[in-house]
């Protein structure tokens, strides 16, 4: 559309839209300045706004006990995280391979994750956290590698069951989840398997399917036939010129599902609640924190709030390009 | 392709599907048809219709369908015409301050839904800013009751389904043709002409697609209800989807709640059925 020239109107224009922002992230805002405060600080009528803040909260959430040294044990954390991400950035101007890098950075984050408990007594919330963190991480690896494959066939292939499958796939998609999630808690009560990562991540990558193959399939459509048919006639088969030469020039619109995928099962809800005993994600541990008596109520589910959102927002904002690229072009959504 | 290369590419994906999406349908048809809870969970007992009967008694059932189709006719409307206006406003601003707004914006839809209503529902504890600002506006303090939490969800449902709209639209309006408006403009159209004939008419298409998934996504909420009432019963405010899960989860009628899935997917049909014959026939065209 041509733009607005009168200043007034183009002021107000400014206006509405700000009003629009403030009413997206207030929620955030005020959740985060509850978990800044102390128990007598979040239930002051009126409100305060001006405190002084704790993170005792935090604290509180993560650890069991706060070590004597934990100053110095966040600071390593931290220092440890800052070089990562900068690695992570720079990796171009390294002298060693992409890949290598990265399968380091992802071994040192497995390592650190895994021993933190050793060494600081985390509490309750930290397992929830490393039970999302494995369930995300395993439901996007199968998710996305058996997805690219089919994803692909279905771009390239013209017959009339290719399309049948991609309508059932909507279909599925479309249905209210209930209808699975049942049958998969029969099934899982009989088997024994409840309450395993195996199933949880099996169902998610199910559920998560038929999103996971439109999305690629529509990436893989973009990718000109001429390019693997080159690679073909050099004497490379079809899956070797598919993970050679196919799927290094998809990979922006394999990153874009990834972060959708990781969102999905990240976000995922109903079926963990019905799949899981102990093993909760953080959406199903939140969800138990009710109100009732306890006046720590309000600080802790703050924090806690605050706690499972960051890793998203570190997330999208690395990643925002892939996002609105998603959902423009997608004529699919989680 | 050869079918024999397609079929051995889409192997595992079909594998799972029909392992984990077909055959669970089926099997949810055939407990909706059996009398199956926790205790006699490897027993089940061929009943027949009744559980349907049993559904179709439930006052519980009715007031649950009742509120989800409240939700949809308040909700997807709501959501696509903020989403719209939301996107001719974006589409106005300088592009240099437009990817925060943007970025702004999109929080609550990428926010964990759990999360994000656990953040909507701190403004309206006692000491929530929105509470108090209620109770000085109205001089009433502020009540979880049945109508406030089921205003909340409703409030909630838009907030978080808003940012889609929002951003499906506003890249439609980015492929607008420029030509096409100047045309307009010269032939004496005003704004407001444009809109409504241009704007609406190219982004058509999206406006359907927007307005069946947000049908689809409003009719299955759950997240959301099972935050606020805390599966509470005094606030009457269960949908579809969280009231069959207390049937099978709290009452532990597994036979109950899945004869309720399968009357949801029947009734999704309504939507789905044209949606899908749709997009089958595009997609015949297309290959």
């Known amino acids: ?334 | 392709m050869k079918r024999k290369t397609f079929y051995q590419f889409t192997g595992p994906s079909i594998f799972l599907m029909l392992a984990l999406m077909i055959f669970p349908l089926i099997m949810a048809i055939w407990l909706g048809l059996n009398y199956v809870t926790y205790y006699n969970i490897n027993t089940p007992v061929f009943t027949g219709l009744s559980n349907y009967v049993d559904v179709l008694a439930d006052p519980q059932f009715w007031r649950a369908l009742q509120f989800t189709l409240l939700l949809i006719v308040i909700c997807v409307p709501a959501q696509m015409i903020l989403g719209f206006v939301m996107a001719l406003f974006l589409d106005q601003i300088a592009a240099r301050v437009r990817g925060v707004y943007l970025a702004a914006m999109l929080l609550p839809f990428i926010i964990v839904p759990v999360v994000g209503t656990m953040m909507f529902k701190q403004l309206w504890e006692p000491s929530g800013l929105l509470a108090y600002i209620y109770q000085v506006i109205t001089g009433e303090a502020f009540f979880y009751t049945e109508k406030s939490v089921k205003a909340l969800i409703i409030l909630q449902t838009i907030w978080s389904a808003t940012p889609f709209s929002l951003v499906v639209f506003f890249a439609g309006l980015q492929t607008l043709s420029p030509e096409l408006l100047e045309a307009a403009a010269i032939d004496g159209a005003n704004r407001r002409q444009q809109i409504r004939h241009i704007a609406l008419a190219h982004l058509q298409p999206l406006i359907v697609f927007v307005g069946l998934i947000s049908v689809m996504d409003t009719y299955r909420l759950f997240d959301n209800a099972f935050v606020f009432t805390q599966l509470n019963p005094i606030y009457h405010a269960n949908t579809l989807m969280l009231y069959a899960y207390q049937v099978a989860m709290q009452v532990q009628r597994l036979d109950k709640a899945s004869a309720m899935a399968i009357l949801m997917v029947i009734g999704i049909m309504v939507v789905l059925v044209p949606f899908l014959i749709s997009t089958y026939r595009s997609q015949v065209e297309e290959r």
């Open chain 1, 1 to 334: 559309m041509q733009p607005i020239k009168h200043p007034l109107a183009r002021g107000l224009i400014y206006l509405i839209l700000s009003l629009f922002v403030a009413y997206s992230i207030l929620p955030f805002l005020w959740t985060l300045l509850q978990s800044f405060k102390t128990v007598l600080d979040a239930h002051a009528l009126p409100p305060v706004l001006i405190f002084t803040p704790t993170f005792s909260n935090y604290s509180q959430l993560w650890l069991n006990k706060v070590p004597a040294e934990f100053p110095r044990i966040l600071a390593f954390l931290l220092a440890a995280i800052a070089i990562l991400a900068l690695v992570a950035i720079f990796v171009r101007r390294l002298p060693f391979s992409k890949a290598a890098v990265y399968w380091a950075i992802a071994g040192l984050t497995i390592l650190t994750l895994w021993t933190l408990p050793r060494v600081v007594s985390t509490a309750e919330f930290y397992n929830y956290f490393l039970n999302t963190v494995i369930i995300t991480v395993g439901t996007v690896a199968v998710s996305i590698s058996i997805g690219c494959l089919a994803g692909y066939g279905l771009a390239r292939f013209a017959g009339l069951d290719g399309v049948i499958i991609l309508v059932a796939a909507l279909a599925f998609r479309a249905l209210p989840r209930m209808a699975f999630v049942l049958p998969y808690y029969w099934l899982a009560t009989l088997t024994g398997l409840r309450d395993t990562y195996f199933l949880v991540i099996v169902c998610l990558v199910a559920v998560n399917q038929p999103f996971t193959i439109w999305m690629l399939r529509s990436f893989f459509m973009e990718i000109p036939r001429e390019i693997e048919e080159a690679a073909m006639m050099d004497g490379a088969g079809r899956l070797q010129s598919f993970l050679r030469v196919i799927v290094p020039i998809t990979w922006p619109g394999i990153i874009s599902t990834s972060l959708f995928t990781v969102m999905l099962a990240y976000n995922e809800f109903m079926l963990v609640l019905v799949l899981t005993q102990s093993k909760w994600t953080l959406p199903v541990a939140m969800a138990q924190f009710t109100g009732g008596e306890d006046p720590g109520y309000i600080t802790m589910a703050s924090a806690a709030a605050v706690s499972a959102t960051i890793p998203i927002i570190i997330l999208i904002i690395f990643f925002q390009k892939h996002l609105v690229k998603g959902l423009a072009s997608g004529a699919v959504k989680g």
